[in-house]
């Protein structure tokens, strides 16, 4: 699946987990998270947000490859290590 056919797809009953950090670490509400879900109904395609006022908040969708070579590239440009 390309990458401009993810945003064909609804995420009507997708469930987001959020990982945070920053602002005051993981609390719940903390504004500093990410959010992932997968879009229901279609494999390997996911959405991602933020927990950011809902006003300016968005979801962008990214394939399960394309979240697998920005991790890995973001985790290299960081210094970090699994």
């Known amino acids: ?15 987001f987990t959020a990982m945070c950090g920053g602002n005051g670490g993981d609390a719940d509400n903390d504004e500093s998270c990410l959010t992932v879900a997968e879009i229901p109904g279609a494999q390997d395609a996911y959405a991602l947000g933020d927990t950011k006022k809902a006003d300016v908040a968005g979801v962008i969708r990214m ?4 979240l697998d070579r920005f991790a890995v590239r973001w985790v290299a440009r960081r210094g970090l290590s699994l």
């Open 1 to 15: 699946m390309s990458s401009t056919d993810l945003y064909a797809l609804s995420t009507e009953g997708a469930t």
């Open 63 to 66: 394939s399960g490859a394309e």
